[in-house]
């Protein structure tokens, strides 16, 4: 395993090698909700859209369930390998493997036996529950696969691979947009077609993903064993991040049933239009972070502490500029962007999402800075402090947001609900930065 590097090359060499791969692989994990929606929303309709997003805190549990997996024993193993601690190294990765596809084929035999009770419990209506149900049972037979694929992305990467980990996932979103065009636009098969194409690309991903581990004896990690206190450790680790994931589950539902009592299924469809194009620079911004995760566990593990301050400085100036690059494109081009993902006749509806966006826009002036604190924290073994701000940043104060906003300010104040949260969260992690600095501990 050829990490050495980690402890070695220059930082703005390694930021590239690692931030720039990272940020194309989140952008391409985002574009699949992006071409369900595109495909979907262009060819099924807006019923058909708001189901997908109906579903979304759904999927987002698997998501969480592979980020803490995959974050943690990414975390593990840097430190691991900073330390030249290769065996626990080793025993992590095979734990972290056993662990998701454990995990991840109970979740599949559960979600298909109750799909139309998740469907009801997650607030579809008599118009589209039965898409909802159909898009939840064909989306769970891929589970496993969703899954490993996230974790393997993160290993490679902190094993020196984080060009074909981005590889990976581009030849599997070619793959998805060539078999959504087959199954929605030529079989006609409707919002199953949207689930299976992205199933069967995440197949595909993981198989690409495993090859490095099964051609070359210099990173292969899979010869540990199973260790029970790994295992909880990489949830303890992990678990700060996954918090973040879930709370975008939760925060997503009550989205979605405060717009449904407000404004019906077309109000979820707007909301989803947002979604998507927020989720490309949050994506963006997440890419960010976690490609320094691997630079900041490695040197954290053997005592670099210099090169961990030079990475964040350089990515927090990062984040910065794509943060003001991002508000200022959505804010000059939300219509255009928007129209991509919502094509309906409705013109409230238009200028209901238009609004939404560009509101929430401001989040991204400030949202970089607390998505790198809170992965910072989880990359040094120190997910508490991550906790603390994923927790205010995607939950706490959105869903008081989503409440109460609303009733102060009509159903427009419920986007406020995002940027305020940023807004509070930024104050809490500067906080928990300065005690870092005052404390010596880093």
């Not at 601690?85 to 454990?102: E, G, L, V």
């Not at 998805?176 to 197949?203: P, V």
């Not at 407000?262 to 989803?272: I, K, P, Q, R, S």
């Amino acid at each position: 395993m050829n990490t050495n590097v980690l402890g070695q090359e220059k930082i703005w060499k390694l930021f590239i090698k690692y931030s720039v791969p990272a940020i194309i692989g989140m952008l391409v994990l985002g574009m699949d909700a992006i071409i369900d929606g595109y495909f979907v929303g262009n060819y099924i309709g807006a019923n058909g859209l708001a189901s997908t997003n109906i579903a979304m805190p759904f999927n987002s549990i698997i998501l969480t369930i592979g980020i803490i997996v995959g974050i943690g024993v990414q975390s593990i193993i840097g430190r691991s390998l900073g330390q030249q601690n290769h065996t626990n190294a080793k025993n992590a990765f095979k734990t972290a493997i056993i662990m998701i596809t454990a995990i991840c084929i109970l979740t599949t035999l559960g979600s298909i036996l109750f799909a139309e009770h998740i469907a009801m419990f997650l607030g579809a209506n008599a118009e589209i529950i039965e898409d909802t149900v159909t898009y939840i049972r064909y989306s769970s037979i891929f589970l496993p696969f969703i899954g490993l694929m996230l974790v393997l992305d993160y290993v490679l990467k902190v094993i020196g691979k984080p060009t074909y980990a981005m590889v990976t996932l581009v030849v599997s979103i070619v793959l998805n947009i060539l078999l959504s065009y087959i199954m929605i636009l030529q079989l006609n098969i409707g919002i199953k077609g949207a689930a299976l194409a992205s199933g069967f690309a995440y197949c595909f991903a993981v198989i690409l993903a495993v090859i490095p581990f099964a051609i070359t004896n210099k990173t292969v990690l899979s010869d540990g064993s199973f260790d029970k206190k790994i295992a909880y450790n990489i949830i303890y680790n992990g678990s700060s991040e996954g918090l973040g994931e879930l709370g975008t589950a939760i925060t997503t539902f009550l989205f979605n049933i405060t717009l449904i009592r407000y404004t019906g299924e077309l109000g979820v469809a707007a909301f989803t239009a947002i979604s998507y194009l927020t989720f490309i620079g949050t994506n963006i911004l997440l890419g960010l972070s976690d490609g320094i995760g691997s630079i900041v566990s490695y040197n954290y593990g053997s005592g670099q502490i210099k090169r961990i301050k030079k990475v964040l400085g350089l990515t927090a100036i990062t984040a910065t500029i794509i943060g003001i690059t991002i508000f200022f494109a959505i804010f000059s081009f939300g219509s255009n962007l928007i129209y991509i993902f919502l094509n309906v006749e409705n013109s409230e509806i238009l200028n209901f999402a238009v609004t939404g966006a560009k509101i929430y826009a401001f989040a991204f002036l400030i949202s970089g800075l607390n998505i790198i604190a809170s992965g910072f924290f989880t990359a040094i073994g120190s997910p508490g402090k991550s906790a603390i701000i994923a927790l205010n940043k995607g939950l706490i104060w959105i869903s008081i947001g989503i409440i109460i906003y609303p009733q102060l300010f009509g159903i427009q104040g419920i986007w406020l609900a995002v940027p305020i949260a940023e807004l509070i969260t930024l104050s809490l992690s500067m906080i928990l930065f300065y005690n870092q600095f005052k404390t010596n501990q880093l």
